[in-house]
Structure formats: C-alpha cells, structure tokens
C-alpha cells in the first residue's frame, strides 16, 4: 500500500509538470506564431512535435517508480501528444526518444516499454490524422489512452520472461498506471482545446478591433472638415468636434451648402452605440442632406426625410435632430428641432437656450410634421449645437454636468471664436469628470455670424 501510495503520488505531480509544461509552451505567442508559419512544413512540425513529446517522456521517466525491475511512468502521455501535434510520424519520433530513454535505464520491461511506447505515438498520430477534434474532447481523450496503456500492458505480458514476472508487475500497476496516464492525456488535451479557444478569440478579437479602426477612420471622413476653408465664407465661422464613447458612435454633425447664398447646419443623436448606430448615422447623414437639397421648405424637407427613415428601420431606431438653414446674405436662419437639446445661443450678448417646442425625433412615427421657426442673426451672433454626451455626461458620484453648468461655463466665453468655445466645454467637461468613464457619445458644432 505504501508503494501504491508513493506511485499515485509521482503520478501526479508528474502531470502537473507536465501541464505546466504544455501551458508554457501553448501560451507562449511566440512559440504558437512560429508554429503556424511551420504549418507548411511538414518535417520541421513533425520535428518539434516528436522533440517535445521526447522531452516530456524522458521527464517522464526519470520521475517514475521503479518497482520489480520495472519503471512505473507517465512516459507514453509524450508520444501521444507529439502524435496528436505532429501526426503519426510526429508520435513515432517522440515515442523513439522516450523508448530509447526507458531502454538505456534498463530493467526487465524495458525492451518491451519501447516498443509498446513507439507504437502508442504512432498510433495516437494516425488516430489524430483522421479525426483531430475527436481526440481532442476530454472524454475520447480518456478512453483513447486508456487503450493505449492497456495495449502497453498486453506488450509487456508477450514480451517479458518469464511470463509470471510480467503477469505479476502487469497486475500490480495495471490499474493505476492505465487511470493516471489516461487522466494526464485528458487534462492535457482539455489545455490543448482551451488553449486553442482562447488564440481563436484573441484573433477574432484582433481581427474586430482592426475592423472597429477603419470604421472609425471612415465614419470621421463623413464629417466634414470645418478649418478656414471650408465653408470658405466670410459671413460664418464654424467648427465641431465628435468624440465617440466606443470606437464609433450615432452622433453626428454637418455643414453643407443648399445652394450658394443658404448654407444648411445639423446636428443629432441616433439612439443606441457602436456599429448599428454609426451604421443608421450614416444612411440619416445622406437621407437628410439629400431631402433639404432637393425640397425647399425645411418642414417639409424633415417631414419626408423622416418619412424614408421609418420605411427603412428593421432596427427600431431613432434620432434626435437640429438643423437649420442660414441665408448668407440676411443672416436668418429657418429651423427644425426633432426632440434634441436646445442650442445655447449668444444673442446680441445675451446667453440663453433656444427653447422654442420640438417636434418628434426622426424614424419614430411616419406622417408626422415638423414645424419651421426662424431666427435673424445679428453681428457677434453665436449659437452652439451639441449631443446629451454633454449635459448628462457624469463624473464619479453620478452626478450630470447639466444645462446649468454649460450655461454658467458658455457665459466665459461668449464672445470666444467656435473654436476656443468647443475646446473650453471639452476641458469644462473633463474636469468635472475627473477621469470617470465616457458613457455616451459627445458631439458640438458651433458657428458665429459675422
């Protein structure tokens, strides 16, 4: 009982080496790229795969049990891996080193250890050539080897002399030799496919993130660049910023010209994050620019915009709008708000929001209408557009920084370009923050008749 007991436990911290072993080398990245550029070649992958079966079956064998001139091993778990990596002459390889290992040691079952020992690594290696994913489940992995080891037993009882010797060893290790060994080939195979889930995560992982950037790149070249040349007139300057809370975002903003002497402003808000929602951004962008191009009165224009949004909107989506249209030469300016934040506005000096009532947010409902007001700019005139990534971003007590706190901080600089108001409410809202995580997407636009 004592020398079971002595047995059982090599046995088990033999395969917990071994494991730690297999972990090392299968979440080593540069180990498993080199691997997969050696898919191709054959003989360097049936090379390294018999080379580490070897070494983990000469582990093997110095940590086993020698009892009756035998040695008692986990020796045949490495010749099964490398045939499991390497196919069958991947195991054959393997199984010659560890045999040869077990024939130097000695004793009286050594010469009948490897042969059985070559054998195993070829056959797990033909075994694993036609069905891989079957040898792979912990299940198979356990009854596989456990063939194996009784097959290895049946070797040693037609080989060793005389036969009551080989009867009387075969008897005594029979079962815990086959149960460990069939155990340690499960647990490694588990690794294996846990390994192999996790390296296909990453890649899927990598493989979106890499799409997620040139999303981002392409949905940043839908805004239009607002720098002194564009929109190249003296009467107006305009600039905006969007910062999206994901790699992309459903905010967006716009500056076009409707025709020479109207130029068109709009921002909004499309529910929801991420792809889907850059997605509808980008079909409302193009539907609403098309729409005020083509249909003089701006009511009309949203109404039929919203219109072709709701017939084309499987996702229940929706979008939260301001848009208006400033005559160059008058300085007034027609807009629509469909249920978005009020623009804060400097008009004349004065800082307030621009409460008149809102229609109903676009993709909502089809047939709704949306009405006109107007606005006459004066010189020095302001008004600023902004997302609810603004008031309601939070910092670390959940607090909103709010409409109150954007007013009080708009009072600074009232009389401040475009470009130093959207960078002065940026810094405004990061240190109320405080580093806390963005929740939503943060979008301005900002312009000043001049």
């Keep these: 009982m004592d020398e079971l007991s002595i047995l059982l436990s090599r046995m088990v911290v033999t395969i917990a080496v071994m494991m730690l072993m297999a972990r090392f080398i299968s979440g080593n990245n540069n180990f498993t790229k080199w691997m997969a ?149 499960a647990l490694l195979m588990s690794m294996i496919a846990f390994m192999e889930r996790q390296n296909r995560l990453k890649e899927e992982r990598d493989r979106l993130q890499s799409e997620l950037e040139v999303a981002t790149v392409i949905q940043n070249s839908l805004l239009p660049e607002l720098t002194a040349d564009y929109p190249g007139r003296a009467e107006v300057e305009v600039r905006g910023s969007m910062q999206p809370a994901k790699e992309v975002g459903g905010d967006f903003y716009d500056v076009f010209f409707v025709d020479k002497d109207r130029l068109a402003f709009l921002i909004g808000d499309v529910s929801g994050k991420g792809i889907p929602a850059a997605l509808f951004m980008a079909n409302s962008k193009i539907t609403l620019q098309n729409c005020i191009r083509d249909i003089p009165a701006l009511g009309e224009a949203v109404a039929t915009a919203n219109n072709a949004l709701c017939a084309r909107n499987e996702a229940d989506m929706f979008i939260t709008l301001w848009v208006g249209v400033l005559d160059l030469k008058s300085g007034e300016i027609t807009y629509v708000n469909a249920g978005h934040n009020p623009p804060v506005t400097v008009l004349s000096g004065e800082v307030s929001y621009l409460t008149k009532k809102s ?75 405080n580093g806390a995580d963005q929740f939503d997407d943060m979008t301005m636009l900002c312009f000043k008749w001049k």
């Design 359 to 433: 229609g109903l947010v676009l993709a909502g409902m089809d047939g709704v209408p949306y009405k006109e007001h107007t606005l006459t700019l004066q010189k020095g005139d302001t008004v600023f557009l902004y997302t609810d990534g603004v008031t309601e971003a939070e910092n670390a007590a959940k607090e909103l920084y709010g409409e109150d706190r954007l007013l009080r901080c708009f009072e600074q600089i009232k009389n401040s370009a475009p470009e130093e108001v959207i960078e002065t409410i940026k810094q405004s809202v990061e240190v109320f923050v």
């Design 37 to 185: 550029k050696q898919q191709n070649s054959r003989v360097k992958t049936v090379l390294l795969a018999g080379a580490i079966g070897g070494v983990f079956g000469i582990y093997a064998n110095i940590s086993g049990f020698e009892w009756n001139g035998a040695v008692i091993s986990l020796r045949d778990i490495g010749p099964m891996l490398a045939g499991f990596i390497g196919g069958p002459l991947g195991g054959l390889f393997a199984g010659v080193i560890a045999g040869l290992h077990r024939l130097l040691w000695g004793g009286v079952t050594a010469p009948a250890c490897m042969v059985a020992t070559c054998l195993i690594g070829l056959f797990c290696g033909i075994i694993a050539k036609f069905n891989r994913e079957f040898i792979k489940k912990p299940y198979w992995a356990f009854l596989v080897s456990a063939g194996m080891e009784i097959f290895h037993l049946g070797v040693v009882l037609l080989m060793v002399k005389p036969f009551d010797t080989a009867l009387n060893i075969v008897k005594q290790v029979a079962l815990p030799f086959t149960v460990m060994n069939a155990i340690g080939f």
